[in-house]
């Protein structure tokens, strides 16, 4: 079984590209060259350098003394939160906007939640002297403010989504509505490995560089490429299938990817697609997605505005439904908890969607001599807000 | 022969009104449908609402919600139409996203429909080529006729496969954007308008989005078969009521 993206844009009975037909010539612009552009010397040279000294890569990968301690196995953890911005997010918002120079384009939309994705847009089109439009949920905007204000000191418009529940779901409509009424000078940089294909294999390909370094820091540090387990949260799942890449088809390496459980599976306030969803069709694609039995599509809780997103991309659909990869949800409680636990074990501060990966060690128990490598995908700081009123700090 | 075909055989330039289902009140579908005949409209479009129309403009997404906070459902839209063949014979399209249809079952859906005589379906998501390998022959099964849109966008390639797999007539959006009223056509519209005329193609051709009144009507029948107004009449229907439908309706011929 592949567990890459098939000739016509799926994964398994995943993917393809549900759009309207005024989006097709976009998107067949797209299909048509990203390969051959992220391919080219030029592109790749390009990509490379902002990487490493814009961006900071490669990101250590840390061995976390006592939190393995705590969990008496091996845990490695793999900072992106040290990425310029504070997130894995400005891997793909670099590549993105290095592909949208190359076709030709002159404006840039994108579609943020918590703020993460949009900041790292935006960065990246200062850094290009490029026109740039972020949609946000109104609902984000009064809740994410210092992201808001990021955005704008970079010279980005922000454009509050107000239709529907007016958060990220509405946000990614929004953008993809400015899409359809500006077909020509636009490209949009979609956050997350969802959306029409070709969107869920350019973004995972651009985020594979996670993996990619993940791969020869093990192996200087434990002599092998390949750790036991590679664990991530999953929202859309970019840093997952950032993190997972490059292990995809070594099957001896576990995938642990974390859902947002919100107030808990059952309680009608959730995240957790891969056990709360099903088929269906989002933002261009066809994965599990969380729905009526009517189909239409259900507004996602959690804690972190990073992981309610009432679908996941159909790379982790197919991860899912083919057991490739072991879907765990973790609850706002649990989550929190574990955020806490690195700051005090490791003098981490972790973002929130990051910290539902770390509450993993509590559910699940790993050997002693298991390699776990954790994704940690984003620092606190955009948190701090959540982080105080939970822990009344 | 499908009530559309025939329809489209009718010497005269043809005037479509859609309207979102459920709305402005749950139980309003039949009586809007059963005005719009009686007004003189040639065929209608149902709107099936969705819960994140992608390819709509703020009036069509309003109704959309609106009608699904009144309870629509694919089944209670079919369970309204069950007997709308007993008062209304103009052909009756229903315009919706892909979405909802999957869930139903996109077989059980297109049986349904030929059941209450729905004649065609509008689905903006489903790809052209998706329809063509996956869905055609269950569409043809059931006489249903799929509906698929151009935009200026398109290429004359495409435009050229498309009208080869159409067997209705060819949904062309009046210019690059999402749904929504507009007061006149320009110049790059009358381009468009007249590229797609002088391609001869074998569907005739109705135009939608942005027609809101006599002067965009008149513009898009200029160069087409017929032209849909969707946005201007959710909105007339919104301010004036559904009463007033055959007042909206003189003031476009």
């Known amino acids: 079984m592949s567990y890459f993206v098939d000739e016509n844009g799926y994964y398994g009975q995943f993917g ?299 790379l982790h659909a197919h991860l899912c439904e083919s057991k490739r990869a072991e879907f765990i949800s973790i609850t706002d409680d649990e989550a929190m908890q574990a955020g806490l636990e690195l700051c005090e074990l490791e003098g981490i501060i972790p973002a929130i969607e990051s910290s539902h990966a770390l509450a993993v060690f509590k559910q699940k128990e790993f050997k002693k001599d298991d390699v776990v490598v954790l994704n940690l995908s984003g620092r606190g700081d955009k948190d701090l807000n959540t982080y105080i009123k939970y822990f009344k700090l | 022969m499908n009530r559309i075909n025939k329809k489209l055989q009718e010497d005269k330039k043809l005037l479509s009104i859609y309207f979102t289902a459920g709305y402005p009140k749950l139980n309003d579908t039949v009586e809007v449908i059963e005005s719009l005949e009686k007004s003189g409209v040639d065929f209608i479009e149902i709107g099936l609402p969705f819960s994140d129309p992608l390819a709509d403009g703020p009036t069509i997404q309003a109704s959309s919600t609106a009608a699904l906070e009144n309870g629509m459902t694919t089944e209670v839209l079919f369970n309204q139409l069950k007997d709308i063949r007993k008062t209304v014979s103009i052909p009756l399209i229903i315009m919706g996203y892909f979405n909802p249809m999957m869930q139903y079952g996109v077989e059980a859906f297109c049986k349904k429909c030929e059941e209450i005589g729905i004649d065609g379906l509008i689905i903006p998501d489903l790809p052209v080529q998706d329809y063509n390998e996956n869905y055609k022959a269950i569409f043809e099964k059931y006489g249903i006729i799929n509906v698929f849109l151009i935009t200026p966008q398109t290429s004359d390639e495409r435009i050229r496969f498309i009208d080869s797999i159409s067997n209705g007539f060819i949904y062309m959006v009046s210019s690059a954007g999402v749904t929504g009223a507009k007061d006149s056509f320009g110049n ?56 007033k439908i055959p007042d909206f309706i003189t003031t476009i011929r």
């Open chain 1, 16 to 314: 393809g590209a549900y759009i309207p037909e005024m989006l097709y010539p976009n998107v067949e612009e797209l299909r048509q060259n990203y390969l051959k552009i992220m391919q080219e010397d030029s592109f790749k040279k390009e990509f490379d350098e902002l990487l490493k000294e814009y961006v900071g890569r490669p990101t250590p990968l840390y061995f976390a003394k006592r939190l393995s301690e705590k969990y008496n196995t091996k845990i490695y953890l793999k900072r992106e939160d040290l990425c310029h911005t504070g997130a894995h997010k400005v891997n793909n918002t670099i590549g993105q906007i290095l592909m949208a120079k190359k076709l030709g384009k002159n404006r840039i939309i994108a579609e943020t939640g918590a703020g993460q994705h949009g900041v790292a847009t935006a960065t990246v089109c200062a850094l290009m002297g490029i026109e740039c439009v972020v949609y946000m949920g109104e609902i984000d905007i009064a809740r994410q403010a210092p992201n808001v204000a990021r955005m704008k000191m970079l010279g980005a418009t922000v454009v509050p989504a107000l239709s529907g529940s007016r958060t990220l779901k509405d946000a990614t409509n929004e953008a993809i509505r400015d899409w359809i009424n500006n077909p020509v000078d636009t490209h949009y940089i979609i956050g997350s490995v969802v959306g029409p294909h070709p969107y869920p294999d350019m973004v995972a390909k651009f985020q594979s560089v996670i993996s990619e370094e993940i791969k020869w820091q093990l192996k200087e540090k434990e002599g092998k490429e390949n750790p036991d387990y590679v664990v991530a949260c999953v929202g859309g799942g970019s840093n997952a299938a950032g993190a997972f890449y490059h292990y995809l088809d070594e099957k001896e390496v576990g995938l642990i990817a974390v859902e947002a459980a919100g107030l808990g599976v059952d309680s009608g306030e959730s995240a957790a697609t891969s056990v709360l969803g099903n088929e269906g069709v989002i933002h261009g694609s066809k994965t599990l997605l969380m729905q009526t039995k009517d189909g239409q599509i259900i507004e996602p809780y959690s804690i972190s505005a990073g992981l309610d997103y009432p679908g996941v991309g159909p």
């Open chain 2, 188 to 243: 790059t519209q009358e381009t468009y308008f007249d590229r797609i005329a002088s391609m001869n193609l074998n569907a005739p051709q109705v135009i939608g989005f942005g027609i809101s009144n006599a002067e965009t009507f008149q513009q898009a029948t200029s160069k087409a078969k017929g032209a849909i107004i969707g946005s201007a009449f959710v909105n007339y229907i919104t301010d004036k009521g559904i009463d």
